[in-house]
T-cell receptor
Framework: QKEVEQNSGPLSVPEGAIASLNCTYSDRVSQSFFWYRQYSGKSPELIMSIYSNGDKEDGRFTAQLNKASQYVSLLIRDSQPSDSATYLCAVNGFSGGYNKLIFGAGTRLAVHP | ETGVTQSPTHLIKTRGQQVTLRCSSQSGHNTVSWYQQALGQGPQFIFQYYREEENGRGNFPPRFSGLQFPNYSSELNVNALELDDSALYLC??????????????FGPGTRLTVL
């Protein structure tokens, strides 16, 4: 079982719709969760972090965390073509005094006009 | 822009050669982590440096080594390059406060091609 799993996609949504991206993780003791956006050929860009169960909103983005179900999601409202990218879910594997981010393989989002 | 810089942008090497990649962390950050991202995959943790010491390592062989300097910049060295080392190498900068340095900001990356 992979430590962080995401549907590879592509997830195709029309412009203006809500895009829903999902992620599950295996380590129950994980405390910090992140969503990164990565455009083709570029490096990951942090868009959201979440630490507590529930929802966290930032502009058009909402991150949702359910630790009991080991599930993290990202909602993108009013999707735009510029949101077309790969979205990486990352979990902080704090271990023995250092932090490492454990990434899923990413979900490719395509927003079409 | 995160303020994290990496050099070079692209690099082409042949199998068996050695390579050094460089990273300057964001102002105020004292921790540097290195990741390898193969095509179509998520980044994989190589190691992390704090106070010029390696304080954590992922599942990479010893031919992957690093350094951190007093100004918190860092180098990643890879010896005896293999074809599978072809990847995007990412440096991430963070600040170790309150016993955690979990929010990491990535530099633009170095694309390494091994022929």
């Amino acid at each position: 079982q992979k430590e962080v799993e995401q549907n590879s996609g592509p997830l195709s949504v029309p412009e203006g719709a809500i895009a829903s991206l999902n992620c599950t993780y295996s380590d129950r003791v994980s405390q910090s969760f992140f969503w990164y956006r990565q455009y083709s050929g570029k490096s990951p860009e942090l868009i959201m972090s979440i630490y507590s169960n529930g929802d966290k909103e930032d502009g058009r983005f909402t991150a949702q965390l359910n630790k009991a179900s080991q599930y993290v999601s990202l909602l993108i409202r009013d999707s735009q073509p510029s949101d077309s990218a790969t979205y990486l879910c990352a979990v902080n594997g704090f271990s023995g005094g250092y932090n490492k981010l454990i990434f899923g393989a990413g979900t490719r989002l395509a927003v079409h006009p | 822009e995160t303020g994290v810089t990496q050099s070079p942008t692209h690099l082409i090497k042949t199998r068996g050669q050695q390579v050094t990649l460089r990273c300057s962390s964001q102002s105020g950050h004292n921790t540097v982590s290195w990741y390898q991202q193969a095509l179509g995959q998520g980044p994989q943790f190589i190691f992390q440096y704090y106070r010029e010491e390696e304080n954590g390592r992922g599942n990479f062989p010893p031919r992957f080594s690093g350094l951190q300097f007093p100004n918190y910049s860092s180098e990643l060295n890879v010896n005896a390059l293999e074809l599978d080392d072809s990847a995007l190498y990412l440096c991430a900068s963070s600040s170790w406060t309150s016993g955690s340095a979990d929010t990491q900001y990535f530099g633009p990356g170095t694309r390494l091609t091994v022929l």
